[in-house]
């Protein structure tokens, strides 16, 4: 099943890691107080918050970002993780953010006279340099004697960028100005490979095109997404292909040349790879189950 690791970075202040790489969904239920804001970070895949014993749901998807804040009751943490989906969320008192952001309240929508009564939920993208930040977060070889003052420091770091609302990438003195760039062009190198799935481009050329060495696309994207550029198209695919599959519209070559198998025995012997059934067997359990 899927894991989670609490780190209470100091009091009413709590950063949470959630890594769910198994093919369940993974359930996790967690009393949060009344008057704590919640930044919940979608890494990779997806995930959703469930509300009012099921009845509103909100979906945290990869890269954005979710702030969530209501005085007027308590916001229990209830959250669905989606196969092979990894979150970071971040619980913070409103008292001890008031004391960070005290002289910046009317930078701060939510800590407005006119707002403090208010809920507030809003969604917004996680910028690069909040993402180097995260994967960090996830991607460390510390001595476990400082590992707790490393997370202060990044619980931290993580709040000032999510507000740097002006921040700029191009600016000189931005000091993660190297690594923004290449968040951006690995981002990038994944928006390409998911729009050739039948015949993504190789390595080397994918290098080449968002402007990265070989070695630097490799390593970042390793960093940023938790798999291989290959690894990550392959359970992409695999992921589509059953959509496919379920949606009926298509019998089993027909998915293999969609994503790229020109054999359907190939298409087979990944799918079994991943999901451990067949294609065929897979729709044959569908159809028996919609019976």
């Given at each position: 099943m899927g894991s989670q690791e609490v780190i209470a970075i100091e009091n009413d202040f709590t950063l949470i890691r959630f890594q769910n790489d198994t093919e369940e969904v993974f359930h996790v239920v967690r009393e949060i107080k009344q008057g704590l804001i919640q930044f919940h970070f979608g890494i990779?895949?997806?995930?959703?918050?469930?509300?009012?014993?099921?009845?509103?749901a909100l979906n945290l998807k990869e890269e954005k970002a979710l702030l969530l804040y209501n005085p007027q009751r308590e916001l229990p943490l209830h959250l669905e993780i989606a196969p092979a989906s990894w979150v970071i969320s971040v619980i913070i008192s409103i008292k001890k953010f008031h004391a960070l952001f005290s002289n910046e309240a009317d930078y701060i929508p939510f800590l407005s006279e006119d707002n403090k009564d208010r809920k507030y939920y809003t969604e917004s993208d996680i910028s690069p340099s909040m993402a180097i930040v995260l994967s960090q977060l996830f991607h460390y070889n510390l001595n476990p004697s400082i590992k707790s003052l490393y997370y202060k420091g990044k619980g931290y770091e993580l709040l000032s960028?999510?507000?740097?609302?002006?921040?700029?990438?191009?600016?000189?003195?931005?000091?993660?100005?190297?690594?923004?760039?290449?968040?951006?062009?690995?981002?990038?190198?994944?928006?390409?490979v998911l729009a050739n799935l039948a015949e993504p481009p190789g390595l080397?050329?994918?290098?080449?095109?968002?402007?990265?060495?070989?070695?630097?696309?490799?390593?970042?994207?390793k960093q940023i997404y938790g798999d291989t550029v290959y690894g990550f198209l392959f359970d992409?695919?695999?992921?589509?292909?059953?959509?496919?599959?379920?949606?009926?519209?298509?019998?089993?070559?027909?998915?293999?040349?969609?994503?790229?198998?020109?054999?359907?025995?190939?298409?087979?012997?990944?799918?079994?790879?991943?999901?451990?059934?067949t294609p065929k067997k897979y729709l044959m359990s569908i159809n028996v189950n919609v019976q």
């Open positions: 990779k895949g997806k995930a959703k918050f469930i509300f009012n014993n099921g009845n509103y960028l999510y507000f740097n609302r002006t921040e700029d990438p191009n600016a000189e003195q931005c000091p993660f100005l190297v690594d923004e760039e290449n968040v951006l062009k690995i981002r990038k190198a994944k928006e390409i080397q050329e994918l290098a080449d095109q968002i402007g990265l060495n070989l070695k630097k696309l490799k390593m970042g994207f992409y695919k695999m992921d589509y292909a059953r959509r496919l599959l379920d949606s009926g519209s298509y019998n089993v070559n027909e998915v293999g040349l969609k994503i790229g198998y020109s054999t359907g025995s190939h298409f087979i012997a990944a799918f079994k790879k991943k999901f451990g059934t």
